[in-house]
């Protein structure tokens, strides 16, 4: 059963306001928060085969703080993932070869909000999403399908939901 993780890049600093939204670095607090993540990572023994990163500083960030939990994972930085919409992220994850197990995500608001709760089944995990899904905030779901391209509004299982302030 294929599983998806959605992580919303980890707390970016507004302290330059001279640099473009793309070239925003973390903050001090994101920096933390990203040990946290990669413990709580490491914890879910999850798999990872192939991690899909958006191309802003924070996100490719977010991933070096992340990446000694993801073991040998495949890394694929994309400009197109930049700020998408839950739309085009899904397009994206459709082209996820079927023999990927397990992808990762990375990327911004509302594009990755959005797209947990478009592929979500009802359940009980889904209401907290819907509430909010700050920065840092990790979605794992399961698909039912062993094929990527299946993956449709409420097909997916919504198994977890973690936000850093849960992992402090």
Not at 91 to 107: E, F, Q
Not at 123 to 133: L, N, Y
């Given at each position: 059963?294929?599983?998806?993780?959605?992580?919303?890049?980890?707390?970016?600093?507004?302290?330059?306001?001279?640099?473009?939204?793309?070239?925003r670095?973390?903050?001090?607090?994101?920096?933390?928060?990203?040990?946290?993540?990669?413990?709580h990572?490491?914890?879910?023994?999850?798999?990872?085969?192939?991690?899909?990163?958006?191309?802003?500083?924070r996100?490719?960030?977010?991933?070096?703080?992340?990446?000694?939990?993801?073991?040998d994972?495949?890394?694929e930085?994309?400009?197109?993932?930049?700020?998408?919409s839950?739309?085009?992220?899904l397009?994206?994850?459709?082209?996820?070869?079927?023999?990927v197990?397990?992808?990762l995500?990375i990327?911004?608001?509302?594009?990755?909000q959005?797209?947990?709760?478009?592929?979500?089944?009802?359940?009980?995990?889904?209401?907290?999403v819907?509430?909010?899904?700050?920065?840092?905030?990790?979605?794992?779901?399961?698909?039912?399908?062993?094929?990527?391209?299946?993956?449709?509004?409420?097909?997916?299982?919504?198994?977890?939901?973690?936000?850093?302030?849960?992992?402090?």
């Amino acid at each position: 059963m294929p599983t998806l993780l959605l992580l919303r890049h980890l707390k970016s600093s507004w302290d330059d306001e001279s640099l473009a939204d793309h070239d925003r670095p973390l903050s001090p607090r994101g920096v933390r928060d990203g040990g946290h993540v990669a413990e709580h990572l490491g914890s879910l023994n999850a798999r990872v085969d192939l991690v899909l990163c958006s191309s802003a500083v924070r996100t490719r960030q977010t991933l070096e703080l992340i990446q000694p939990a993801l073991g040998d994972a495949s890394v694929e930085i994309e400009e197109q993932l930049y700020g998408a919409s839950a739309d085009t992220l899904l397009a994206r994850l459709h082209g996820v070869p079927d023999s990927v197990g397990s992808a990762l995500m990375i990327g911004h608001n509302p594009g990755m909000q959005d797209l947990a709760l478009r592929l979500a089944a009802p359940g009980p995990i889904r209401s907290a999403v819907a509430a909010k899904f700050p920065t840092g905030a990790l979605a794992t779901l399961t698909l039912p399908d062993r094929t990527w391209l299946d993956l449709h509004q409420g097909t997916a299982r919504l198994v977890g939901y973690t936000v850093p302030r849960d992992l402090r």
